[in-house]
């Protein structure tokens, strides 16, 4: 069959209704969309839907509070971490002011994704390896508790995939009420990213028999610092 005209036609003459000639009219929908008022309330639903499906998070306002939130959750790990391997953090060539400060005064290096390795591949073993990955955030979703990242070449999507535990930072003034907010956001791009991650909590799958497993296509802990200036 040549082209779609013939393709239609052959499927009426089966269906024994006439060639349509003119495409159907559009059905208009107005669909209610979840709003919020402002930002704290943005960011308080986004961090009680977070947490809720398993991922840790914490609101900070200084580099102090920063510091503080990473030693509660991280203690000495590091430390032992990069006994055996010096690459265990692996982060964003660029993070959030707060995040560089914080990770500078705990003296905990961080292994800058593009610039770890020449080839690329080898750059995915170096994540594959890593104990943390470390990334800031484009856009959070409040309704769904959804960190939203884009790819860049200097950024990596690997390591938010492929070590075990993912810390993310957020400007509060990101996270949005909807995913159609964010969508809007993306179009507004002009020329999309290759790719968006969509992290809601911890990697989980029940493929198997219904049988709920953690940490099987992605991270197994899921950390998410909300910047409030």
């Known amino acids: 069959m040549s082209n779609t005209s013939d393709f239609i036609s052959n499927l009426a003459a089966k269906l024994g209704r006439p060639t349509p000639t003119e495409p159907p009219p559009q059905v208009e929908l107005s669909v209610p969309q979840y709003r919020l008022s402002n930002t704290a309330e943005r960011v308080s639903i986004f961090m009680q839907n977070w947490q809720a499906l398993g991922g840790k998070g914490a609101i900070v306002r200084s580099a102090d509070e920063t510091l503080q939130c990473l030693k509660e959750w991280f203690g000495e790990q590091p430390i032992a971490w990069f006994k055996e391997n010096s690459q ?26 593009s610039q770890s390795a020449f080839d690329p591949h080898h750059r995915y073993s170096i994540a594959a390896n890593a104990e943390l990955g470390i990334t800031g955030s484009d856009w959070g979703i409040s309704l769904s508790g959804t960190v939203v990242v884009k790819s860049d070449p200097f950024r990596g999507r690997a390591i938010s995939l492929l070590p075990p535990r993912h810390l993310s930072f957020i400007e509060s003034t990101k996270i949005q009420d909807n995913l159609f907010n964010v969508l809007e956001e993306v179009a507004a791009l002009g020329s999309p990213p290759a790719a968006i991650e969509m992290i809601s909590g911890p990697s989980r799958t029940s493929d198997i028999e219904m049988d709920l497993s953690i940490g099987v296509h992605g991270p197994i802990e899921v950390y998410v610092i909300v910047i409030d200036h």
């Open 88 to 113: 265990a953090l692996l982060a964003w060539d660029t993070l959030p002011t707060v995040a560089e400060s914080a990770f500078s005064s705990l003296n905990w290096p961080l292994t800058r994704y």
